[in-house]
């Protein structure tokens, strides 16, 4: 996600951590979400890093589940299913996919970046009141 980095780097410094996020809420380009998602794991799969902690409501007995989920929704959209998970249940997140599932492609795509942000946005916040 350069631009989005960049943009947010060539903010600085910031006042506060309210003025950082406003200038990390950034709408992005279809090209960029479709890079990011490509680095992202999908939900209930074994993920690392910051993705582990934040898939962390996602229990065996779900992941089983999100695997039929996930193909359907990837054979739908050409895509893994993005959304930003964390302090959400294994249950809600299925849900959620299943709802999305009811998207026109484009609309679907818009839905992922938006989600997208808000992981990154969520990603920032821990970084610096850490």
Request: net charge negative; aromatic share 4%.
């Amino acid at each position: 996600m350069p631009r989005w980095v960049e943009t947010v780097l060539a903010g600085r410094p910031y006042a506060d951590l309210a003025a950082l996020q406003a200038r990390a809420d950034l709408t992005l380009e279809a090209d960029e979400i479709r890079r990011a998602m490509a680095a992202h794991p999908r939900i209930g799969e074994r993920a690392t890093g910051a993705s582990k902690t934040e898939q962390s409501g996602v229990d065996s007995a779900t992941a089983e589940r999100f695997r039929a989920a996930n193909a359907e929704y990837e054979a739908r959209f050409g895509h893994v299913f993005l959304v930003c998970a964390s302090g959400r249940s294994g249950e809600e997140l299925l849900a959620d996919l299943r709802e999305r599932l009811g998207n026109d492609p484009a609309t679907e795509l818009a839905v992922a970046g938006r989600e997208l942000v808000k992981i990154a946005q969520l990603r920032l916040e821990k970084a610096v009141t850490a």
